[in-house]
């Protein structure tokens, strides 16, 4: 598995905006078919938020679309993801995951994800 470590969450106001970051220990770009971001919040089912496919094709949750942008420096090997006009119900732990192309992929396929960044919105 490639390790993951994500960064950039924190508090804030309703209509602010945060960037998070993924570090993956290894290539991203081709070693991995695509890179996720997913949030889950408490009491709340998993949400894939934004996906980069290795060829750069990019998918939003349509709860997202507009707002939040998904990028990636594969010289460095770091996923961004950058939130815009936050609001309450983006408050999440928000991770990055390798490998999970969702909405096609299951459940089942999760299985390289980092350790979180909390993101509240109030």
């Known amino acids: 598995h490639v390790q993951l470590v994500e960064s950039g969450g924190g508090s804030v106001e309703v209509g602010g905006s945060l960037t998070l970051s993924c570090e993956a220990s290894?290539?991203?770009?081709?070693?991995?078919?695509?890179m996720a971001w997913f949030r889950q919040a408490p009491g709340k089912e998993r949400e894939g938020v934004a996906l980069?496919?290795?060829?750069?094709?990019?998918t939003y949750a349509d709860s997202v679309k507009g707002r939040f942008a998904i990028s990636r420096d594969t010289s460095n090997n770091i996923v961004y993801l950058q939130m815009d006009n936050l609001r309450p119900e983006d408050s999440a732990m928000y991770y990055c995951a390798a490998d999970w192309c969702w909405p096609d992929a299951s459940a089942a396929d999760l299985t390289n994800w980092g350790q979180g960044t909390q993101v509240t919105v109030s």
């Open positions: 980069i496919h290795n060829d750069g094709t990019l």
């Open positions: 290894e290539d991203i770009d081709n070693k991995r078919d695509c």
